[in-house]
């Protein structure tokens, strides 16, 4: 079955997950997944974006490390080395879809 006939367990298309991409051509990837399922029913397009944007192949495995005293900075640090900041944090309910594809309903 190809891509664009598939749907994931909320409904999501190919359709759906380029959308941003289709609308905002300026867009740095433009995919954005509905759901979980989404990496799974449309992995031969999200796994190689995942490899081009992040490096990471299907078997590999990412780890954090928020250990602080192992960053280094340009010296000195001053109040021009950082002009503007965000910090974005999303939190998802097991059994619904992404924000992204997610409804009033």
């Not at 080395?81 to 879809?97: H, V």
Request: proline share 6%.
């Amino acid at each position: 079955m190809a891509l664009q006939d598939k749907k994931d367990s909320f409904g999501c298309t190919l359709g759906d997950i380029i959308n941003s991409g289709v609308k905002n051509e300026d867009s740095v990837i433009g995919v954005y997944a509905g759901s979980p399922e989404t990496y799974t029913v449309f992995a031969p397009l999200m796994y190689k974006i995942i490899e081009s944007f992040h490096g990471f192949k299907p078997n590999d495995n990412h780890s954090s490390d928020w250990d602080v005293s192992k960053l280094s900075f340009p010296e000195p640090l001053d109040d021009n080395y950082c002009i503007i900041t965000r910090i974005s944090l999303a939190r998802n309910l097991e059994g619904y879809p992404f924000c992204t594809f997610i409804t009033s309903e």
